[in-house]
Structures are given as structure tokens and as C-alpha cells.
């Protein structure tokens, strides 16, 4: 049942990735098209393989560790599922100007309303809790801290500075 659990897991979010990353690369180019530009491209390799290592690595883990659930398995899979719906919520405010990629459009004003009103990036806030749950589901602990910390050194030392400056550019 576990094996069952964690392939339609991860098989839900790989989808689902795929599809945002179809539909962030349209919103990015409708920007360009409308005079926006990119903002910290060289950085965006770096997310790419850490996200996709995760991908690799927790289910990895979980079969090393013999497809084991944690005794907590259904409390980190309500916190997944409330960050996955932060995550959501968060993309449907910004719209088409959400994306993996950070690209401004000249003229268009930060969002102030939902989550955005009380604190400046809650989607990397939720991208950080499922990055850390989803493995802590399977007792993969190693992947869940590891990626967990890279993650946070990316954000907080490179992508967030990157994006504020970005959006100075909007005031």
C-alpha cells in the first residue's frame, strides 16, 4: 500500500509540475512580448536541478529505507496539502504574471491582497513546506533536511535579493 502511496504521490506532483512549467514558460513569454524582461536567469539552473533532485532523491530514500511511512505521516501530508493550496492560491493572485522564473512587467503592481498582504514571498514559503514534507511522508529525513536547507540558502541569498531588486524596478 505504501509503494502505491508514494508512486501516486509523486506521480501527481511530477504532473503537475510539468504543467506549471508548460504554463509559467507561456505566462514568461506573453511578458516579454508585452516589454517585461528576465531577471536572475543564471540562477534558475540551480532551482531547476535542486527541485529535480529532489524528485530523485526522497522516493530513492523511501525505498532504501524500505517504503516506510512515518508515525506522523498524516500530519506532514495536511501540512503538504495546506502549502500546496497556499501555493495554488498564491498563483491564482498573480495570474498571468506568475512564474518559476522571475520576469517584471513595467507598470504592473505588486500584489498586496491574500497571503501577500501579510508576508512578501509566501510561495516560496509553501514551495519550502512541500520541498521538507512530502520526504518527511516516507520517512526520507536525509532528503527532507538537505534539500530543505539548500533550498533556503538559494532563496534567501540569491532568488529573493534577485526578485526585490527586480521589483524596485516596478516602483
Not at 536567469?41 to 531547476?48: D, G, N, T
Request: hydrophobic content about 55%; overall charge positive.
Amino acid at each position: 500500500m505504501v509503494k502505491l502511496f508514494l508512486a501516486g504521490l509523486l506521480l501527481f506532483l511530477l504532473i503537475e509540475r510539468l504543467l506549471e512549467l508548460k504554463r509559467a514558460e507561456r505566462n514568461r513569454k506573453k511578458i516579454i512580448q508585452q516589454g517585461g524582461s528576465e531577471w536572475g536567469a543564471s540562477h534558475y539552473p540551480l532551482l531547476f536541478i535542486l527541485h529535480g533532485a529532489w524528485f530523485f532523491c526522497w522516493p530513492l530514500e523511501a525505498i532504501l529505507r524500505g517504503f516506510k511511512l512515518n508515525p506522523w505521516w498524516f500530519f506532514w501530508l495536511g501540512i503538504f496539502i495546506s502549502a500546496d493550496a497556499l501555493r495554488y492560491w498564491c498563483m491564482y493572485l498573480l495570474g498571468s504574471l506568475w512564474n518559476t522564473r522571475i520576469v517584471v512587467l513595467p507598470g504592473a503592481s505588486p500584489v498586496r491582497k491574500g497571503p501577500y498582504k501579510w508576508f512578501s514571498h509566501p510561495i516560496y514559503f509553501a514551495v519550502s513546506l512541500i520541498l521538507l514534507t512530502v520526504p518527511l511522508i516516507f520517512e526520507a529525513v536525509i532528503t527532507a533536511v538537505v534539500i530543505s536547507m539548500a533550498n533556503i540558502l538559494l532563496l534567501v541569498f540569491v532568488r529573493i535579493p534577485q526578485e526585490k531588486a527586480a521589483l524596485k524596478t516596478l516602483r
